[in-house]
């Protein structure tokens, strides 16, 4: 039996509707399929003109996806087993962070980090939960790689020590992007502690151990998981990640140069004749776990050092620029006083704590006549104080440093960090990847931070979008704190991966720029990840990566 002509006409329509729905289906889930995500990189380092395979945790599908590296030296090249990775560090490779992006025709991933080390590096081989399985470690100082693995994981060292020698194990894992708030120990060879440390960076511990005898020693790392959970127990698995520097020999703290000239350093083994002869290399490694912040508050230009007695506004230590203090004693207090200009903007800023020192302190600022104008304890966090003021004319004013917890001593050390800051402004993307079809549009929100009274108009676009993307700047004044850019693609725009940069230029002087990134750390910590970190390798992702995919065509199914 046949069935009427337009009966088998609506067959055919549903049958070709139904196979050309299916097709966009498959399409779409495999564009879906193929969207990447890195979590996590380890071993999170690599030292100079060392090759070595590292392995890659997230969604990598179809493999081998393609990579970009930022700076210069570093080079990925995919293993036959799926998510490793052989990486090649060239001999003169520039030292410090990169930040590794992986990508395929549908998007990129979010880039994750890779620290280049001048320090020889290895990695840690399990058992070696006891002491009788800890990894041996021959020559110091070095950079061990190492991931708790599983829940109530700990991983252990065997080192040996000299007596009288300072030594050093300093651990990141926060800084990493790690999911672990770690831990170190210090243990005998009868597993008693000898000393440990859970928060000295943020999250981050340091052990400093003045080494009594010589002998062997052992070093534990454990962790609990990050953002917090409910439960009490150490945590492991993919994310808990961390680099450990261990060392004996000279270690800095402070570097600071005078006014006059003058160079002081402050640290660990920086007397001893072995500690000398390393010198180079050793004050290298101070740094090699440190992020670009870190490095900039070990170093410190025109530091003076405080006149006592200063405990009165009548005998205040003169701030020329910056200085150096001590809280002697529970009752001291540090005046000092500065003659400034008109209507200037003016940061004074307390670096202790994140120097690793004992301290809780508070900043106030005063006028001429004593009145009080401002006051902090922590706005620089880490109980760093920091205040932010315009002065209105000329003249003098005063500031004062106490303990909070009316501590005082030999370790309750301090800068008193003085700045002039210009207006400026600070551009943040949502994201830092954008895909982008043929025929369709993005939108991209940027949001604005004036700061130090910026009021200039600015010009917001792309720079050096590929052919056939446009986008129309965006004027925002003053009031405007957030805009969103339109980006265009037309149909005939062809496949492009690379990098997109977002530039906010004054209207009235184009010469001032303002680069937008994706921020990696906020000013408050919580339960979130990335956002719960204060500070990271790197702070901003200035790096924005654009993918143009290619236009998706459904073909139309023949009629039998």
């Known amino acids: 039996m046949s069935l009427p002509k337009s009966l088998t006409n609506r067959v055919s329509r549903a049958v070709r509707y139904l196979v050309t729905a299916l097709v966009i289906c498959s399409a779409t889930m495999k564009a879906q399929e193929a969207s990447l995500t890195l979590q996590h990189l380890y071993p999170a ?16 599908d179809p493999w081998p996806p393609q990579v970009w590296v930022s700076g210069s030296g570093v080079r990925f090249e995919p293993e036959e087993k799926e998510k490793v990775w052989r990486v090649i560090a060239d001999k ?6 990169r930040l590794v992006r992986f990508y395929n025709n549908e998007g990129a991933s979010t880039p994750r980090y890779i620290i280049v080390s001048q320090t020889s590096d290895g990695e840690e081989s399990e058992p070696n939960d006891r002491i009788g399985e800890a990894n041996s470690i021959r020559e110091l100082p070095i950079l061990t790689h190492g991931r708790l693995n599983r829940k109530q994981d700990t991983d252990l060292f065997r080192v040996h020590l000299r007596k009288g020698e300072t030594f050093i194990a300093r651990l990141d894992a926060y800084v990493l992007g790690s999911t672990t708030d770690a831990i170190l120990r210090l243990l005998d060879e009868d597993n008693r502690v000898l000393d440990w440390n859970h928060d000295h960076y943020y999250l981050d511990p340091c052990i400093f151990y003045e080494v009594p005898s010589t002998g062997y020693y052992w070093v534990q790392v454990m ?35 005078s ?16 500690a000398l002869k390393k010198r180079g290399h050793s004050f290298q490694s101070s740094l090699e776990l440190a992020t670009d912040f870190q490095s900039a508050l070990i170093f410190a230009n025109r530091v003076n050092p405080e006149i006592e007695p200063n405990n009165s506004k009548e005998n205040a230590t003169p701030l020329t620029s910056s ?23 003016h940061q004074f800023e307390i670096q202790s704590a994140r120097l690793g020192y004992p301290t809780d302190l508070l900043l106030k600022l005063y006028d001429e006549n004593g009145k009080e104008i401002k006051s902090d304890d922590d706005a620089a966090t880490m ?15 005063f500031l004062k440093v106490t303990s909070l917890t009316h501590q005082g001593g030999n370790n309750q050390v301090y800068r008193l960090i003085h700045s002039i800051k210009q207006p400026t402004c600070e551009l943040t993307t949502s994201a830092s990847e954008f895909a982008l079809k043929p025929g369709e549009s993005l939108e991209i929100k940027v949001g604005i931070e004036r700061r130090h009274g910026h009021t200039r108009t600015l010009i917001i676009q792309p720079a050096n979008l590929p052919a056939g993307i446009s986008c ?3 004027i925002a004044d003053k009031n405007r704190k957030e805009i969103t850019l339109n980006l265009h693609a037309t149909p005939s725009s062809s496949q492009f991966q690379g990098l997109l940069s977002i530039i906010g230029k004054e209207q009235d002087d184009w010469n001032k720029t303002f680069l937008a990134g994706k921020a990696t750390v906020t000013t408050k910590v919580n339960n979130g990840v990335p956002s719960g970190y204060l500070d990271q390798v790197y702070r901003k992702i200035h790096h924005l990566w654009l993918t143009i995919q290619a236009k998706t065509q459904a073909k139309e199914p023949e009629e039998n």
């Open 383 to 397: 109980n760093d104080p920091r205040i932010i003021w315009k002065s209105p004319k000329s003249g003098p004013i």
């Open 472 to 474: 129309t700047p965006v």
């Open 45 to 60: 380092g690599i030292s100079a003109g060392a090759s070595r395979s590292i392995r890659s945790t997230g969604k990598l």
């Open 323 to 345: 200085a150096r203090g001590i809280i002697q004693s529970n009752e001291d207090v540090d005046w000092f006083s500065l003659d400034v200009g008109n209507e200037a903007w």
């Open 259 to 274: 006014s006059e000239g003058d160079l002081t350093l402050t640290g660990w083994n920086l007397a001893t004749s072995g």
């Open 223 to 257: 962790g609990f998981p990050y953002p917090a959970t409910s439960s009490e127990e150490l945590g492991g698995g993919d994310g808990y990640i961390y680099r450990l520097f261990m060392s004996d020999s000279a270690y800095i703290r402070e570097q600071n140069a």
């Open 92 to 97: 003169n490779a520039p030292l410090g962070p």
